[in-house]
């Protein structure tokens, strides 16, 4: 498959400027792996290894199968300070490559990656919050759109990503609703260096998601997802068919179980058909991207 980049995806050493996003409960040490060897950038949020223990021994699975860059995500407000400082010196200790931060300040975070050579990306909604991060330093900005899976924006990704493009020094990173190579060339076009995709990869073979749940990924439409903050307080999309009727929202150590057992997925469920290995997405979606681009250009010639 014909390699395509960005300055940024370069800069990292990617194949393709893909990332598999992090997820909650579901993304693991497998699908790093995967990502690694199909060219793109894997993750996981380090709270997917339930203790501190678990993510060094995880970190050691990944530097004994690939030297290639992945990224783990910490979610600053969302952890225990004690574990989120573990979980920051195992990055160093093990020279992970990318730091993913979100729902928090990433100013900290900043300048121990910097000591170690590593890139800050920081997930936002909106410009303030982008803001924010680039004068913390960020190397880049994740603009979250509307119908993401997980923690969701409001602001439709056609808007979202230029406007942040526009108005930040740093690349940009566009989340939400890419699911195919068309809507990688789109995001391209739009002012982004890095796509950056959950839904997709929920049905792929590694991913740690309950077979029931890849299906129903695969089945859905968007009509099927729901944007409510009553589940964890926070604005989130689910399939609609795993809210129960009341939900209390709510913060705490109820949170784990609550995602556990009602899904996240965002609109971009419109267009998977089928859990496939991780390989097997990134030759789609790399032949999808360049028949697009060409698809482009002869509309002009025709
Ligand atoms: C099930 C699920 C869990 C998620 N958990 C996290 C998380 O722990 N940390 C985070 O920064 N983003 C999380 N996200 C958001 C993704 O990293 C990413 O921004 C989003 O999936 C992109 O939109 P897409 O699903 O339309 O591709 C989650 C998304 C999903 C679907």
């Not at 705490?252 to 998977?272: L, T």
């Amino acid at each position: 498959m014909t390699a395509f980049s960005t300055p940024l995806s370069r800069k990292l050493g990617l194949r393709y400027p893909i990332v598999a996003a992090p997820m909650f409960i579901i993304s693991n040490k497998e699908m790093i792996v995967a990502c690694a060897e199909a060219g793109i950038l894997g993750s996981m949020p380090s709270l997917n290894a339930r203790t501190a223990e678990a993510l060094r021994a995880d970190l050691e699975w990944i530097r004994a199968r690939t030297d290639k860059p992945f990224a783990i995500n910490m979610t600053i407000r969302l952890t225990d300070p004690a574990r989120l400082q573990q979980d920051v010196e195992l990055c160093e200790e093990f020279d992970v490559p990318v730091w993913l931060t979100s729902y928090g300040n990433p100013t900290e975070f900043v300048k121990r990656a910097r000591a170690k050579g590593a890139q800050v990306f920081h997930d936002v909604t909106n410009l303030t919050h982008g803001k924010k991060a680039v004068s913390a330093g960020v190397d880049g900005i994740i603009g979250v759109a509307a119908g993401a899976g997980g923690h969701a924006g409001r602001i439709s990704p056609y808007a979202l990503i230029p406007y942040l493009r526009e108005s930040l020094q740093v690349p940009i990173l566009a989340a939400g609703c890419i699911s195919t190579g068309r809507q990688i060339a789109a995001s391209l076009a739009l002012g982004a260096e890095l796509v950056y995709m959950g839904t997709r990869f929920i049905a792929s073979t590694e991913c740690g998601a309950p077979e029931g749940y890849k299906k129903m990924v695969v089945d859905a439409g968007p009509e099927d997802i729901v944007y409510t903050d009553k589940v964890s307080g926070v604005h989130a999309n689910f399939l609609a068919a795993t809210l129960p009727d009341a939900h209390e929202a709510g913060h705490g150590p109820a949170e784990a179980k609550r995602w556990r057992d009602i899904w996240s997925a965002g609109h971009g469920v419109a267009e998977v058909h089928a859990t496939k290995s991780i390989e097997a997405i990134v030759e789609d979606l790399v032949r999808e991207y360049h028949d697009a681009v060409s698809g482009l250009q002869s509309l002009s010639q025709s």
